[in-house]
């Protein structure tokens, strides 16, 4: 292994690839700018001015995070959330380069569909695709109840 961690984790038999971790990095990787694509302009139209004033009053850093900044991008950052769960639940390619395909192991719902369908299993493959389509429903549900949350606090606060 090289890296500045990989004797470490070799010497403590710690996988990363082919194991659970590279599933979740691979994953986050591919998720987190939906969620940075959600809170950037969110952030930035509403200013420092409230965080400022927190820590001029005195606030710590968690104290001005918990009470001033996060009720202030809750709905964007839930809504940042919900893509990348969408995204994660669909996720292929670069899972599928790092999980190594391990049955029970490193296999998530998209590659279990696939190995289903080259197996020749196609009521089982799409089994688990119509359950992958359950999901996708009900998290475009979630997606349509969060923005309708949203633009009525966007409607109360120009009120």
């Not at 998209?110 to 197996?119: A, C, Q, R």
């Not at 119509?130 to 997606?143: D, F």
Request: aromatic residues 10%; proline residues 4%.
């Amino acid at each position: 292994m090289q890296g500045w961690l990989g004797p470490w984790l070799g010497d403590n038999d710690i996988p990363i690839l082919y194991a659970l971790p590279a599933i979740v990095l691979a994953t986050v990787f591919i998720t987190v700018p939906f969620v940075a694509r959600e809170l950037i302009p969110l952030m930035e139209a509403q200013g420092n001015d409230e965080e400022e004033a927190a820590i001029v009053l005195g606030a710590s850093g968690w104290t001005t995070f918990l009470k001033v900044t996060l009720p202030n991008i809750k709905w964007g950052l839930l809504y940042g959330v919900i893509l990348c769960n969408a995204r994660a639940m669909g996720e292929f390619g670069a899972v599928s380069v790092v999980s190594g395909h391990i049955r029970g192991e490193t296999n998530t719902l998209p590659l279990h569909v696939e190995i289903l369908y080259n197996e020749y299993t196609f009521s089982a493959a799409f089994a688990v695709s119509s359950i992958l389509a359950l999901l996708a429903l009900v998290t475009l549900l979630i997606k349509t109840w969060i923005e309708s949350r949203h633009t009525g606090d966007i409607r109360q606060a120009d009120a």
